[in-house]
């Protein structure tokens, strides 16, 4: 059934013909064969609920986009050199749903694409060359944008940061430099704000100006943290005094995940010079998108920019079908109820288990940070991922971790996760919890 493979064959296939750089994820990795809206299914046929995928934004293989996309590939697809109405009509729907200031589309292949290119814009529209970032953000996966990834860049055996990349603090309210204990949510943004301004002024007096400030809406590598309000106002307010532009890097959260708006910047009341979209806005298919003024994508002058497959008309199918999906189904509401649910469900398993430092996030887009001792914060490393394994393994259900000390249990699941899905995954949390705890030393007194 699997044309003569077994999962030892192809485990040891895979680890001969692939690089050690491309992971596998779990202790036992999955062979996965096949998905449907929430589920995935490994070779033997077992069902797991996928509550971290969140490319496949509507489930996967969702029945309206594989149409889409496999008409259209029977018709015709092409680079971007002709005339096509896909292209026109998913500029468009896409850039109808931003702020009006943001109406020209550059459509790249991935998110990385996509940074790669506001970074390009930001250069030739500012001609500087300095850029601000966040500790622990990623942005993509090509030279550039890699240096400007602490994520990347403050691991080992990751590339230096050049000298022109500025990293200021995540504007973390529970393990950060001020903290929700201590500070009024009103006083978190500006506080956190401060160090991008004093950023800002460092580069000046150095004789420079800001090129580019990247931020995400919601900060995914960094572990889930929710953007203090008034956070990126302020910090937009000090990058453009210094003539740079601020680019909303919505490629993780953007398309209603949140749950309240398309796009998370809107949470935060800002319009950004330059939006970059990517991962669910195909729904698993490749698509990235540059969303801009007219006068940044104006800037690259005379020079064509050309991309064999950013923009071809199944990938624009692809949008078109996401798009209207999301319009027709309910699912940004789907995704503030089932959060919101899963929200004060985590909070009720924290009262329980002392492991549970933090429960955070919005809509479907949530972190579960596992500490040993509510007062000093140890990260529960390892425990985490014993749990995430466990989760996997006794109930079926899929995890992932992340954030600086890999302690943060990560839900983003497909839009279509279910208030039962996320009961199912509340229940698996506890009794992966009970067990895991069991032996592990819980240093706090509470
Ligand atoms: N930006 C953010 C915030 C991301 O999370 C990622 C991918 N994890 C990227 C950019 C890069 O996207 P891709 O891997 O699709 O190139």
Not at 76 to 87: E, F, V
Not at 334 to 355: C, D, E, I, Y
């Amino acid at each position: 059934t699997h044309r003569g493979w077994t999962y030892e064959s192809l485990s040891a296939a895979r680890q001969t013909l692939i690089s050690p750089a491309v992971k596998l994820s779990y202790k036992k990795p999955l062979w996965i064969v096949r998905g449907e809206r929430q589920f995935l299914y490994d070779h033997n046929g077992v069902e797991y609920l996928d509550a971290y995928n969140n490319v496949c934004h509507l489930g996967h293989c969702h029945p309206a986009v594989v149409q889409a996309v496999s008409k259209q590939m029977a018709i015709l697809n092409t680079n971007t050199r002709y005339l096509h109405t896909a292209i026109v009509e998913y500029a468009s729907r896409i850039t109808a749903t931003c702020p009006p200031e943001l109406s020209v589309c550059i459509f790249v292949n991935s998110g990385s694409e996509a940074n790669e290119l506001a970074l390009r814009l930001a250069y030739a529209y500012t001609r500087q060359k300095d850029l601000i970032v966040l500790d622990s953000a990623y942005h993509g996966n090509t030279n550039a944008v890699v240096e400007m990834s602490p994520y990347k860049t403050d691991h080992p055996d990751g590339p230096r940061a050049p000298s022109h990349v500025h990293k200021v603090v995540a504007p973390d309210d529970y393990r950060g430099l001020y903290r929700r204990d201590k500070y009024a949510p009103a006083e978190l943004g500006p506080l956190y704000a401060k160090h991008v301004e004093e950023t800002v002024r460092k580069i000046e007096h150095e004789g420079r100006k800001v090129a580019a400030f990247f931020c995400e809406g919601i900060l995914g590598c960094a572990g889930q943290i929710v953007l203090p309000p008034g956070y990126l106002a302020s910090c937009y307010k000090a990058v453009r005094q210094s003539g740079g532009v601020c680019v909303a890097d919505e490629v993780q959260v953007g398309f209603g995940r949140a749950g309240t708006h398309m796009w998370v910047f809107q949470t935060q009341d800002v319009v950004p010079d330059i939006v970059t979209l990517g991962k669910p806005i195909g729904n698993g298919f490749p698509i990235g998108a540059v969303i801009t003024r007219p006068e940044i994508a104006r800037a690259l002058g005379r020079l064509e920019y050309f991309n064999t497959f950013g923009g071809n008309p199944v990938a624009c199918k692809a949008g078109l079908a996401v798009l209207d999906a999301i319009a027709a189904e309910g699912f940004m509401e789907n995704a503030r109820v089932v959060g919101n649910h899963l929200l004060s469900s985590l909070r009720a398993l924290a009262r329980k288990h002392p492991v549970i430092g933090d429960v955070r996030g919005m809509g479907l887009f949530l972190g579960v940070e596992l500490v040993l001792d509510r007062h000093t914060l140890e990260p529960a490393t390892a425990l985490t991922s014993r749990v995430i394994d466990a989760i996997q393994q006794n109930d079926k259900i899929l995890l992932g971790t992340d954030g600086p000390f890999n302690n943060v249990v990560k839900i983003k699941p497909p839009l279509c996760f279910t208030v039962a899905d996320a009961d199912k995954v509340i229940a698996a949390f506890d009794s992966a919890l009970k067990q895991e705890t069991q032996n592990a030393t819980i240093l706090a007194k509470l």
